[in-house]
């Protein structure tokens, strides 16, 4: 573990969350509403479903390949694989950054009408920030390694 | 425009960047079409064909991407401009998960939507962009091989 970087910790941890978040809800669906009904007892018509990211995006198979990179190196430091990661730091930052605009465009422009951002997709979009700041701090560090 | 600038990498890349382009704008996605009566009494229309840009799908972001990062470099050669070590890698790594994508689009349709010629260019095209990127990166490495 400690053949690990700072960046390389903090991309993996992040990971691990944008993981998990994939199986919160990422958006919500309908509404329900409750009326009286004639023998004054009140009925519930309707509910909202939540979705999360596996539910019909092809963001939730671009999410698991930004987490097995970013989650790598530490799988390989773990298991006291090769020490070489200066390759997956870099890709860590780039699909971290367009994961980054994937999710905003989601949450944005290919937003389903009449569906409700939930905590998964910010959860999501935290953690795919987090993850291009630790590949290109993980970047930073292998440069003054090598300086 | 002086094409012998670009390796065959780049130039390969830079194609299948202008051919993922084009293809987009095929139809990828279709459902069988269905006419009715419609409230008014005219006759209604639901289903038909998609292109890339008209599905709710952060794909077609994704793909615009790709073709954005294979064709930059190569635009870059062309007018001159310096070498950019770091773009090989990155359009061999965004245009191979934009394949991985593809195909995984091919296999979860949502409903009877169906899949049209489109997509299957589009995976071609997409496979191409990753050819060339990688042979760029070999071109980088071991220096003009070809």
Redesign the interface.
């Known amino acids: 573990m400690d053949r690990l970087s700072q960046g390389q910790i903090i991309a993996a941890v992040a990971a691990v969350v944008l993981l998990v978040a994939e199986f919160l809800p990422w958006l919500g669906a309908g509404g329900s509403a409750t009326v009286t009904g004639p023998g004054g007892g009140s009925v519930t018509v309707g509910g909202s479903e939540n979705f999360n990211l596996w539910d019909?995006?092809?963001?939730d198979?671009?999410a698991l390949?930004v987490g097995v990179v970013a989650l790598t190196p530490a799988v390989l430091a773990l298991s006291g694989g090769a020490e070489e990661f200066s390759?997956m730091s870099?890709?860590t930052f780039?699909?971290g950054v367009?994961g980054i605009?994937?999710v905003v465009?989601?949450l944005t422009v290919?937003?389903?009408d009449g569906a409700s951002r939930k905590i998964g997709a910010w959860i999501g979009l935290v953690a795919m920030i987090v993850i291009a700041y630790g590949g290109f701090r993980a970047m930073q560090e292998e440069v003054a390694t090598e300086i | 425009m002086d094409t012998d600038r670009l390796s065959q990498g780049q130039l390969i890349a830079a194609v299948s960047a202008i051919a993922l382009f084009i293809v987009s704008f095929l139809p990828w996605f279709g459902t069988p079409e269905v006419t009715g009566i419609g409230p008014g009494g005219g006759s209604i229309t639901i289903g038909g064909n998609y292109n890339m840009w008209e599905g709710e799908n952060p794909l077609d972001i994704y793909l615009l991407i790709v073709i954005l990062v294979a064709l930059v470099p190569a635009a870059l050669a062309l007018g001159g401009g310096g070498d950019q070590p770091l773009a090989p890698i990155a359009t061999t790594l965004l245009a191979g998960v934009g394949t991985l994508l593809i195909i995984y689009q091919l296999f979860d349709q949502p409903g009877d939507l169906g899949t049209k010629i489109g997509i299957w260019l589009g995976l071609l095209a997409c496979a191409g962009i990753t050819v060339g990127g990688y042979l760029a990166m070999q071109e980088d490495i071991g220096g003009e091989r070809y």
């Open positions: 019909g995006s092809t963001l198979i671009y390949i390759f870099a890709a780039l699909l367009v605009i994937l465009a989601f290919d937003f389903p």
